[in-house]
């Protein structure tokens, strides 16, 4: 299974970006695709999670209101949607495939996580 994240830049705070995380190959098992990003010096978070099996998705506190995850099956993509954007969600954004549910610590531990993207950086900013 591979993963490849793309979309970042850099925008001003209050704006939009939309990334995408292409899916290649199969693996059984691995429905779960979660977005996590990591600031500088900072550990890596779960920020939304979306289930391939029933459309389920998960945001972290933060960014509920703001980011929306969905998936394009036909295209194997899973997007990101980040609307109102904050100096604060300012990170390396990565996406990576579990075969865990998107609930509770499943979603915030990247020990559960076995495929990974490469990463794309995001930087709101004036």
């Known amino acids: 299974l591979q993963l490849q994240a793309s979309g970042g830049g850099l925008v001003q705070p209050g704006g939009s970006l939309r990334l995408s995380c292409a899916v290649s190959?199969?693996?059984?098992?691995?429905?779960?695709i979660n977005w996590f990003r990591q600031a500088p010096g900072k550990e890596r978070l779960g920020v939304s999670c979306i289930s391939s099996i029933d459309g389920r998705t998960t945001y972290r506190d933060s960014v509920k209101g703001r980011f929306t995850i969905s998936r394009d099956n036909a295209k194997n993509t899973v997007y990101l949607q980040m609307n109102s954007l904050k100096p604060e969600d300012t990170a390396v954004y990565y996406c990576?495939?579990?075969?865990?549910?998107?609930?509770?610590?499943?979603?915030?531990?990247?020990?559960?996580?076995?495929?990974w993207g490469q990463g794309t950086l995001v930087t709101v900013s004036s």
């Open positions: 190959g199969f693996t059984s098992d691995y429905y779960y």
């Open positions: 990576a495939a579990s075969k865990y549910p998107c609930s509770g610590n499943y979603f915030y531990n990247v020990a559960y996580y076995d495929y």
